[in-house]
């Protein structure tokens, strides 16, 4: 368990660390190369404190709800975070990474490469409307058609171990083990996923998490791999939302790639079946933002290791005979997280 710290004294260490970090990617090394440290999160966050980016995949079902869009945003203004490729999955996966390509674009970050999931499709979506007639053929980097291999590909590249955030269901990933699984080896899985001892609501009854429940099959698979995970469950990333202040600096915010978020968040609520949020005075529930914070920190959240059994049902069950999983169970500071949350989203 890490000890509580204040507020102050984390956003004074996220600026510096974000100023030792903020300058250009360095150059890869050779291919060949070993990695230099094992992938695991204390060496990930030694990489950090080092000064250096630490290497990250990130792999979303965005255009569903609409936190992986704040997750996408947040992942590119954290500087701790060398971002290597963004794969779309879970279906439908041409409109998702239509998505994920136009918001590189607005962020003028066209130098990270797109790949499409096992699962292509271009329907409609709940965010076809920001989206509008955008062509992967017009997003001047690079677009991967198989997104799966470029996964494999960029972690068997790396001369460092990368760190894989999945903030969807995983049918991608679980088809990187089956064609690859010597690069659970090389790589972190990072995963908003799971329900550990509260559950949507913060209830004090566990649930079936979406991305669990949508490819139970594909988490066990995850499961199965000889590699650290560690997940935020719904116990810590179901009960962030922005309000009030703190909100509305995101929402007044001119900047071009805030824009589109709120945009983009404005379309989500305009398709939205039930009551959604009013986009003018608060956000949904950004779950999949703590995931992209647990690749670069976890000091504002309590860790605890867990055996945990994925079922057929979605559930993520603890069992002494289950695997060990890395839980952020408890925040020890979660207006700390949010404040920090509001500040990357507007820098």
């Known amino acids: 368990m890490r000890h509580p710290i204040s507020r102050r004294s984390f956003l004074a260490g996220a600026s510096a660390a974000a100023l030792t970090a903020g300058g250009p990617a360095t150059a890869r090394r050779s291919a060949a190369a070993e990695p230099s440290s094992p992938p695991t999160a204390e060496a990930a966050f030694a990489m950090r404190d080092r000064g250096k980016k630490i290497p990250v995949i990130f792999d979303t079902d965005i255009g569903g709800d609409i936190d992986d869009t704040w997750a996408q945003v947040m992942l590119l203004n954290s500087p701790e975070l060398d971002v290597r490729l963004v794969t779309s999955d879970s279906g439908n996966d041409t409109y998702r990474a239509r998505l994920l390509a136009k918001m590189l674009e607005v962020a003028g970050r066209t130098e990270i490469p797109v790949g499409i999931g096992c699962k292509p499709g271009d329907g409609k979506g709940r965010q076809s409307a920001w989206l509008g007639d955008?062509?992967?053929d017009s997003y001047p980097g690079k677009v991967h058609e198989d997104g799966v291999g470029a996964i494999i590909e960029t972690i068997r590249a790396s001369a460092e171990p990368i760190t894989l955030v999945a903030v969807g269901p995983v049918p991608n990933i679980a088809e990187v083990l089956r064609r690859a699984p010597d690069v659970a080896g090389k790589a972190r899985f990072v995963g908003m996923h799971g329900s550990v001892y509260r559950g949507y609501g913060d209830s004090k009854d566990i649930s079936p998490e979406y991305n669990v429940r949508a490819a139970p099959a594909a988490l066990q698979a995850v499961f199965r791999a000889d590699w650290e995970i560690s997940i935020t469950p719904l116990d810590t990333c179901g009960i962030v939302h922005l309000t009030g202040e703190n909100y509305q600096k995101v929402y007044g915010c001119r900047d071009p790639l805030v824009r589109a978020l709120i945009e983009n968040y404005r379309a989500w609520c305009d398709t939205g079946k039930g009551k959604t949020p009013d986009p003018a005075q608060r956000?949904?529930?950004?779950?999949?933002?703590?995931?992209?914070?647990?690749?670069?920190?976890?000091?504002l959240l309590e860790m605890?290791?867990?055996?945990?059994?994925?079922?057929?049902?979605?559930y993520t069950r603890i069992d002494p005979a289950g695997r060990k999983v890395r839980c952020a169970v408890r925040w020890n500071?979660?207006?700390?997280f949010e404040d920090e949350l509001v500040r990357r989203i507007v820098s």
């Open 283 to 299: 956000s949904s529930t950004l779950f999949d933002t703590v995931a992209v914070y647990m690749a670069f920190s976890e000091e």
């Open 333 to 336: 500071d979660r207006a700390a």
């Open 134 to 136: 955008y062509r992967l």
């Open 304 to 314: 605890e290791e867990v055996p945990l059994k994925v079922d057929d049902q979605g």
